[in-house]
């Protein structure tokens, strides 16, 4: 028994090492699932707030480019309208003139009977005589014929001429309505840009970096000569670009980005495009989608510094090419005019303005 004890306490001890070996190696093989770091989540909600802001600065430039397109037409209508309203004063004029000579001779007739005119005739003592009295009534006639249908056409005139202001004033009031929204929803949107920026400025900043690299490696490869929107292929055109844009372009770096403004201290796409090549003579409208088609479309391979490049589709962004794949622009709202990476992922295409 003695003998037994002893061996017994032995392997007493090794059985419990041993099971303390198994206990740890189970727990670790145990599969640990590692809880979600906060820069990773933060970064996943920085990627999903980038796509929305994307979406709502896209919102902001085609709003843009609407608002543009509603002053125009309420520039136009309040133009014509003053040309109406002045063809109308003049027609108003003439007509009263004409209005009151008619006036006049029908009195006369009246004052002088249905035989006035035959007792002026007979009354000639010679054919001579009876000759020029017959021209001149003749003569009479034809310009109460011709007053007649002049104050006719005056008063069908002024009657096509009203109409045209009616509709002018109609055009006026829509636009000025539209051009209202528009900048209503722009304030909305705006807002909502910013609300959903706090806290997340960094991250953001980080993503947008990613995808400059991104699209700087694809110019680097030259995968930017095919893909997507504006790969179309046209002819070189047949004459040289305004490079000279370029180094204006330079000079209003780092001025904020400030919807529908068109310089010299704020900037929009458009209004920073349009701002620098009425510089060098030549006169863009305040529109992406109206630029594109301000000169001679230009294929990717062909692309020299102070063409214009679009993005969207519909297009609703433009920036002016400074070679090596890189363009200046204005961003969007909360950012400033600089220099950026061609996005050739979304890229509609380019043209030279002249």
């Not at 600065?57 to 037409?73: G, P």
């Not at 953001?204 to 995968?223: E, F, T």
């Not at 458009?270 to 060098?280: A, D, H, N, W």
């Not at 214009?308 to 961003?331: D, E, K, N, R, T």
Request: glycine residues 8%; charged residues 20%.
């Amino acid at each position: 028994m003695k003998n037994r004890a002893h061996t017994y306490k032995p392997m007493t001890k090794r059985i419990v090492s041993v099971l303390c070996v198994l206990a740890l190696s189970s727990a670790l093989c145990v599969p640990q699932v590692a809880p979600a770091t906060p820069a990773s989540s933060k970064m996943a909600e920085a990627a999903a707030v980038k796509k929305q802001l994307d979406a709502i600065s896209a919102r902001l430039d085609t709003a843009s480019d609407n608002y543009y397109v509603a002053q125009q037409k309420l520039n136009t209508a309040r133009t014509e309208q003053q040309n109406n309203q002045a063809k109308l004063n003049k027609t108003t004029s003439r007509l009263k003139v004409v209005q009151s000579h008619l006036n006049d001779r029908a009195s006369d007739m009246y004052r002088n009977g249905p035989t006035g005119f035959a007792e002026v005739l007979f009354g000639a003592t010679d054919f001579q005589e009876f000759a020029q009295l017959w021209d001149f009534l003749s003569e009479l006639n034809q310009q109460d014929a011709s007053s007649s249908a002049e104050l006719k056409q005056l008063r069908s005139e002024m009657k096509d001429t009203q109409k045209k202001l009616d509709a002018n004033e109609k055009q006026a009031r829509d636009s000025a309505q539209n051009m209202k929204q528009i900048k209503d929803g722009v304030a909305s949107d705006k807002a909502e840009m910013q609300s959903k920026l706090s806290g997340l400025t960094s991250e953001i900043a980080a993503l947008q970096a990613q995808q400059d690299a991104a699209a700087a490696a694809q110019y680097s490869s030259g995968g930017y000569l095919s893909g997507g929107g504006g790969g179309r292929q046209f002819p070189a055109p047949s004459y040289q670009p305004n490079g000279n844009v370029v180094s204006i372009a330079r000079r209003y770096l780092g001025a904020p980005y400030v919807w529908a403004a068109s310089g010299p201290n704020y900037f929009d796409c458009s209004g920073l495009t349009m701002f620098v090549y009425r510089q060098v003579g030549v006169s863009l409208p305040h529109s992406s989608r109206a630029q594109i088609n301000c000169g001679a479309r230009v294929s990717r391979g062909d692309l020299q510094p102070g063409d214009l490049v679009f993005f969207g589709s519909p297009i609703h962004h433009v920036g002016l090419y400074i070679g090596g794949g890189q363009m200046i622009h204005a961003p969007q709202t909360g950012d400033v005019v600089k220099i950026s990476p061609v996005m050739w992922g979304s890229y509609a295409g380019a043209c030279r303005p002249r």
